[in-house]
């Protein structure tokens, strides 16, 4: 039921609709109180009773999924048990879901109702979300099965793509472990790991690193499941790559010291000392010396201990030297000089040849009365985590690859996901389900003017998970629909948001690219540098080359910074103009550097340029 907002507020339209409802004019109570519920930031003493009589008129006038939509708000998925007749099976499954997530695992009733929402859910051929409860509810036979058959319809599907065949097998490889059929679980790690390293080629190659950065993640998930750790390696070099080149610095730290710690406790010390080296350089190159001094130490310790593990099996003992005087530099590094005698003591007990062992004793006399420096040391985790851990992608993204860009099963997956989201969150979910109920109905024939509708009231949601919907609504044969996915765009900032925003730069129609140019403006965070850079150099379009660049005149990132300049040296005079004028309003210090440091060797005419950029920052080149 599609309404204009309206601009009373929600106690006076409550108490509107409700003398409406008396008078037997539901429908108008009821489109009455959704144009009022846009008001996201109302208290909530005022916005639950509107939502409660919008509930129940809707059901009053059979609209029974948009009743439940209000009962989901109110309640959580508890009630509206008398519309569970007149709505779908995934709105059945959902509900019952809910209740049993609201319930907690240690409650045997939530098995029940996971069960019950799983059969549900097979009902509307949702596999992967029956799959996921069936999971949940720890019934791993019939898990296996419904992940067996996704496999097989992924596999068999026009729309079937790599990653979602990866992401299928690998839940096929883990139910099956949890039969005990490790032959399966075995074939079916091989196919996960093939397509999904398929798909990340893919994707870098098409410039959707993000997507890459999942799948690395899951090769990372699968090498921890099955203790393959290539799998586990190729995995985190890639997501710290990419975290590194994304300037993503504390996700990357994390991701060294964890991948640090599941290779040292496999045994693999030499791997593990090699990644402590790399996170030690890189801590150092972001100025954080404590996480650096830290990794130094870690890295001298693991030497020893790759020493010390090679003469107990009496391996070679040039391994072990070898290891003792990587160990040397390590201590040395961090002004541990007595650490560097003792060493070259150990250096010099080896069996090996007696010149090298008297070279090695000589040495550790020159530091017989060394002492070690005090330095200040910290690990990353210590005092610094994650804002929340990775999500279960091989589950997320499969529903998300099922639900093929609904902006109403998006919606009620927020609407019943409560904890991480704010109520403004919240209600404008539910703003938005109750108008893509209406404009995604199976036997709906929606306007363009609904179809835009439904962008606007997506648009302020900003969750990732909105992207979907807007991805497809981007293919909209109209262009008024499709310039509002535009405009909506540049509110989501996300990698992702990329993607549907280029098709739309080079878009038949003048008013799309221009409402992309300007979402592309805004898409002014760190790790967009890598979709803005390729957008200025592949664009073909002139205005679109120039919003990328006016773009990355605010990204405040080293490579950000080095790119703009270097359009100041070599570009033409409209996009130099096009950094000049932008670059007054930007407030990163790291442009300012790059332009410093290019000054003494620019020609005259780039110098001044250089010496514009300067001064429109206060400061005199």
Same mark, same amino acid.
């Given at each position: 039921m599609a309404a204009e907002l309206s601009t009373v507020n929600l106690v006076d339209a409550r108490q509107e609709a409700e003398r409406l409802s008396r008078a037997g004019r539901q429908v108008e109570g009821?489109?009455?109180?959704?144009?009022?519920?846009?008001?996201?930031?109302?208290?909530?003493?005022?916005?639950?009773? %509107?939502?409660?009589? !919008?509930? /129940?008129?809707?059901?009053?006038? $059979? +609209?029974?999924? *948009? =009743?439940?939509?209000?009962?989901?708000y109110t309640n959580l998925g508890d009630g509206g048990d008398?519309?569970?007749?007149?709505?779908?099976?995934?709105?059945?499954?959902?509900?019952?879901?809910?209740?049993?997530?609201?319930?907690?695992?240690?409650?045997?009733?939530?098995?029940?109702?996971?069960?019950q929402a799983a059969s549900e859910f097979e009902a509307a051929t949702l596999i992967a979300q029956a799959a996921v409860c069936r999971e949940k509810a720890g019934e791993f036979p019939t898990?296996?099965?419904?992940?067996?058959?996704?496999?097989?319809?992924?596999?068999?599907?026009?729309?079937?793509?790599?990653?979602?065949?990866?992401? %299928?097998?690998?839940? !096929?490889? /883990?139910?099956?472990?949890?039969? $005990? +059929?490790?032959? *399966? =679980?075995?074939?079916?790690?091989?196919?996960?790991?093939?397509?999904?390293?398929?798909?990340?080629?893919?994707?870098?190659?098409?410039?959707?690193?993000?997507?890459?950065?999942?799948?690395?993640?899951?090769?990372?998930?699968?090498?921890?499941?099955?203790?393959?750790?290539?799998?586990?390696?190729?995995?985190?070099?890639?997501?710290?790559?990419?975290?590194?080149?994304?300037?993503?610095?504390?996700?990357?730290?994390?991701s060294y010291e964890e991948a640090i710690r599941f290779v040292r406790e496999k045994g693999e010390i030499s791997a593990a000392a090699t990644l402590a080296r790399e996170l030690s350089a890189f801590a150092r190159k972001q100025g954080m010396v404590p996480v650096a001094n830290n990794a130094m130490h870690m890295q001298a310790e693991m030497w020893h201990e790759v020493a010390k593990a090679t003469l107990a099996r009496e391996g070679p003992p040039e391994i072990a030297e070898n290891a003792l005087l990587a160990a040397v530099l390590c201590h040395a590094e961090v002004g541990q000089f007595r650490r560097v005698g003792e060493t070259y003591v150990e250096l010099g007990n080896l069996p090996i040849e007696s010149a090298r062992c008297a070279h090695y004793a000589r040495a550790s006399q020159r530091y017989r009365d060394a002492r070690d420096e005090r330095v200040e040391s910290m690990a990353w985790s210590q005092n610094y985590q994650r804002d929340a851990p990775f999500p279960d992608v091989w589950h997320v993204d499969?529903?998300?690859?099922?639900?093929?860009?609904?902006?109403?099963?998006?919606?009620?997956?927020?609407?019943?996901?409560?904890?991480?989201?704010?109520?403004?969150?919240?209600?404008?979910?539910?703003?938005?389900?109750?108008?893509?109920?209406?404009?995604?109905?199976?036997?709906?024939?929606?306007?363009?003017?609904?179809?835009?509708?439904?962008v606007k009231v997506l648009e302020p949601i900003e969750l990732y998970s909105i992207l979907s919907p807007l991805e497809r609504l981007a293919g909209d044969p109209d262009a008024t629909v499709r310039a509002a996915v535009a405009r909506a765009l540049g509110r989501f900032l996300y990698k992702r948001t990329f993607i549907p925003l280029r098709r739309l730069l080079s878009d038949a129609d003048s008013s799309v690219k221009q409402e992309g140019?300007?979402?592309?403006?805004?898409?002014?965070?760190?790790?967009?540098?890598?979709?803005?850079?390729?957008?200025?150099r592949e664009s073909t379009e002139p205005e679109s080359k120039l919003a990328a660049l006016r773009a990355l005149a605010h990204v405040d990132t080293e490579e950000a910074a080095e790119m703009v300049v270097g359009v100041l040296l070599h570009a033409g005079p409209s996009e130099r103009e096009s950094v000049l004028s932008t670059v007054a309003g930007s407030r990163g210090d790291r442009l300012v550097k790059a332009a410093q440091a290019a000054l003494p060797t620019a020609s005259a005419e780039v110098a001044a340029s250089l010496r514009a950029v300067l001064k429109a920052r206060g400061i005199n080149g």
């Open positions: 009821a489109r009455l109180l959704i144009g009022a519920l846009p008001q996201a930031y109302a208290s909530e003493d005022e916005y639950a009773p %509107a939502v409660r009589v !919008l509930g /129940r008129l809707l059901g009053e006038i $059979g +609209d029974a999924r *948009a =009743a439940l939509t209000c009962v989901w008398s519309l569970f007749p007149h709505i779908t099976p995934a709105d059945r499954a959902r509900s019952l879901a809910a209740r049993a997530f609201k319930m907690g695992s240690s409650d045997g009733r939530a098995m029940t109702l996971l069960s898990a296996r099965g419904l992940w067996s058959r996704l496999c097989q319809m992924i596999t068999g599907s026009s729309e079937g793509d790599l990653y979602a065949c990866g992401l %299928a097998r690998f839940n !096929l490889a /883990r139910t099956s472990r949890n039969v $005990g +059929d490790m032959k *399966a =679980a075995r074939e079916a790690t091989v196919a996960a790991v093939h397509f999904l390293e398929q798909a990340a080629d893919r994707y870098e190659t098409l410039g959707q690193r993000e997507r890459a950065f999942d799948c690395y993640h899951v090769l990372v998930a699968i090498g921890r499941e099955f203790s393959t750790l290539e799998h586990v390696l190729e995995g985190y070099v890639n997501l710290i790559r990419i975290l590194r080149e994304d300037q993503l610095r504390s996700h990357a730290l994390q499969l529903v998300e690859w099922e639900q093929r860009g609904s902006a109403t099963d998006a919606c009620a997956d927020i609407l019943l996901a409560p904890e991480p989201w704010s109520e403004v969150v919240r209600r404008r979910a539910l703003a938005a389900r109750l108008t893509a109920l209406q404009v995604e109905a199976p036997d709906a024939k929606p306007t363009a003017e609904a179809r835009v509708g439904l140019n300007r979402a592309l403006e805004q898409l002014r965070f760190p790790h967009a540098f890598d979709p803005l850079a390729r957008i200025y």
